[in-house]
């Protein structure tokens, strides 16, 4: 595990010498959402197969690049693509960029994902802001990281989503008259979308939203010491009772179709934070 102490900081080197100097905010942009980076001021552009260590994206609608610049007087770094479990990366690969951007000096985190709506009170192309999470997952990023160096394995996770950045978030969509949504969120593998009875069965456990991402994310940047919120684009529209054939182009074309009002939202917070 102490190589991979070496890797982050090896990395976060690299990046250093390329000109991503302290950033504030990390932003990890989900399917389909690419909008923000035309906000970013100045942008330095790295592609995930040129640093050291990062996992490349094999997701078609997911870039793979790692750009830092300003957003207003902030200064971002922000992934234009992440990295999913269906991917057949582990869970250290997968949050390997959160500890990266934790040792660049981010101490907030904002997330976006694409996302199934189960709550019958949601559309299509809604924004949800997550408020918890269910967690699906066979494995966890924090398994077998024990030692002084990794501070507490038992992470507290009464508030994964930081409260104040929930006011925030609903204090900007409110003036700029974009409405947000409330949800919890389960993660599952994936890569296949879920039958009737998985549907209902989420259902049954207390979930509104249903993806294949962001929950790992959130448990390493817990564990390093970095507040987050995450905000989920309804793609789909999961009631197992009306159900309908969806296929991948469908949902990326939904979730960009909200990525303007999403960026604007983002935006809209990194300016107040």
Request: hydrophobic share 40%; net charge negative.
């Amino acid at each position: 595990m102490n190589d991979m102490f070496s890797k982050i900081r090896h990395t976060a080197e690299f990046l250093k010498k390329k000109g991503f100097l302290k950033p504030e905010v990390g932003i990890v942009l989900g399917t389909g959402l690419n909008d923000l980076t035309g906000s970013i001021k100045d942008p330095l552009k790295v592609a995930y197969s040129d640093i050291p260590d990062f996992p490349e994206s094999t997701v078609e609608s997911h870039k793979g690049v790692l750009i830092y610049g300003h957003i207003g007087s902030k200064r971002v770094v922000a992934m234009q693509g992440r990295f999913h479990y269906y991917e057949g990366y582990s869970m250290q690969q997968i949050t390997f960029p959160v500890r990266v951007m934790a040792e660049l000096g981010v101490h907030t985190l904002l997330l976006s994902n694409a996302a199934g709506g189960i709550s019958p009170q949601y559309q299509k192309g809604d924004l949800v802001a997550i408020q918890d999470h269910i967690n699906l997952l066979p494995e966890n990023p924090l398994r077998g990281l024990n030692g002084p160096e990794w501070g507490n394995r038992f992470i507290d996770m009464s508030a994964p989503y930081d409260p104040t950045l929930m006011a925030l978030i609903e204090t900007v969509g409110t003036r700029i008259q974009i409405p947000v949504k409330q949800g919890v969120y389960a993660e599952v593998p994936g890569p296949n979308l879920e039958t009737r009875a998985e549907y209902r069965y989420l259902r049954s456990i207390g979930a509104d939203l249903v993806g294949m991402s962001t929950v790992p994310e959130v448990l390493v940047a817990h564990h390093v010491g970095v507040k987050c919120a995450a905000i989920s684009v309804v793609t789909d529209l999961c009631d197992p009772d009306h159900l309908k054939p969806v296929n991948i182009e469908e949902i990326i074309e939904i979730a960009r179709s909200a990525d303007k009002k999403l960026s604007s939202l983002i935006t809209g917070l990194i300016d107040i934070l």
